[in-house]
């Protein structure tokens, strides 16, 4: 393992490189530095172009941080990712056929990270099928350019599968709080922790780069084994960038991190509007003892809806990046939580909702209907509206 500057680091993606950036939304694990200076070697030597760039989540602040910083035209040949909604810039590239463009669901992304890192041969899902990323339709394909097929039907035992082909990569920029001498990096300060160590282990099945940005050094041997989310013998490069965020927006939040718990009256409200009005009456029908998954966009503002109404702790909300419990955040630091029970690594919610029959975006997963809980739900609901009612 060597510790290198973020301009060494940028030296090391070649022509035509498959590159795939952890992190999430607003700046969360998003190696900024690193991107920083791949931007800036592009702009002055016309270097690295032609690269394939792989994310999982949507990554940047929607004006021209994150991934925005590869718009220059020649950077990028190929764009795989679940969302372009946070890089805008990339958007008309797309729509102009200017690169090749996929976007695939992030949950196939996210677990398809720990299948390339067993060696196997795609992931096997029915997520996808009679939708714009089965091959019988689009393939996922955003831009007329993109003519690889990345997705395949198969039938196995007389049923529909979908076959999401491994990527190729040939470097992977992660992110964590602090690294060692020998490579070892720990992520006391995240607000997730991502794909992380699938991403790594993909990549060096593949004999490629990885490459960890990271806040501060420690010695050999000092940091607490169980903290330490990537092993050193998974990590080629550490860049130390002593001024890294936790977000865009956010310099450092303990409560992001999961280092203390903020009394509910704190938590932030969601002004009156139009997505209050939705957010609220999707929360009412969420059954006492439930365990829902939010997703992302406006069912973000659920969590906040039922911290103003005292019920967030009858309920347990999840979101895709692996928190469990809590208040998942909406705003510009959505995509982490607050005063959650839980963290785990990004694959293995996805993996919990599908095994419990879930549905994207806003599944409720556990709760019965029985006559106790009905009659406790209608007067739920009940105290829910009189409350809306004299507020507003």
């Not at 009858?314 to 955040?329: H, S």
């Amino acid at each position: 393992m060597k510790i290198i500057s973020a301009s060494d680091a940028a030296k090391l993606i070649r022509r035509g490189d498959s590159v795939m950036i952890s992190g999430s939304g607003g700046g969360h694990c998003i190696p900024e530095s690193i991107i920083v200076a791949i931007e800036k070697r592009f702009l002055e030597e016309g270097q690295p172009r032609d690269l394939c760039l792989i994310h999982v989540v949507g990554l940047g602040d929607r004006v021209a941080q994150g991934v925005d910083r590869f718009r220059h035209e020649g950077m990028l040949k190929r764009s795989v990712t679940s969302a372009l909604i946070d890089s805008p810039s990339l958007i008309p590239l797309a729509r102009d056929n200017k690169i090749e463009s996929y976007t695939l669901p992030q949950g196939v992304l996210s677990q398809l990270t720990r299948e390339m890192a067993g060696r196997r041969p795609g992931l096997i899902t029915k997520v996808g099928l009679h939708t714009f990323v089965d091959p019988r339709q689009r393939g996922g394909r955003q831009s007329e350019t993109a003519r690889d097929d990345l997705v395949q039907l198969m039938i196995i035992d007389g049923e529909e599968w979908l076959r999401y082909k491994p990527l190729p990569l040939n470097v992977v920029l992660l992110r964590g709080t602090t690294a060692d001498e020998d490579g070892n990096v720990t992520m006391e300060d995240e607000a997730l922790f991502g794909e992380m160590i699938s991403t790594a282990q993909a990549c060096r099945q593949q004999g490629g780069t990885v490459i960890v940005q990271v806040k501060r050094l420690a010695r050999r041997g000092t940091l607490p084994p169980k903290s330490v989310k990537i092993p050193g013998i998974l990590v080629d490069h550490i860049v130390v960038d002593p001024h890294q965020r936790q977000t865009y927006a956010t310099d450092y939040n303990p409560a992001y991190a999961g280092e203390l718990r903020i009394p509910l009256e704190h938590l932030k409200k969601l002004p009156f509007s139009e997505r209050k009005i939705v957010a609220r009456r999707a929360a009412m029908e969420i059954l006492p003892g439930a365990v829902c998954n939010l997703g992302a966009g406006i069912s973000t503002g659920i969590s906040a809806v039922a911290s103003e109404e005292g019920i967030l702790d009858d309920i347990v909300l999840t979101n895709e990046q692996g928190f469990i419990g809590g208040a998942p955040l909406t705003g510009p630091d959505s995509g982490t939580a607050q005063n959650y029970d839980a963290v785990i690594d990004a694959p293995l919610p996805v993996r919990l909702l599908r095994r419990r029959g879930a549905r994207y975006r806003l599944p409720i997963i556990r709760g019965s209907r029985s006559r106790g809980q009905r009659q406790h739900l209608s007067f739920w609901r009940q105290d829910c509206r009189r409350r809306r009612f004299h507020q507003y």
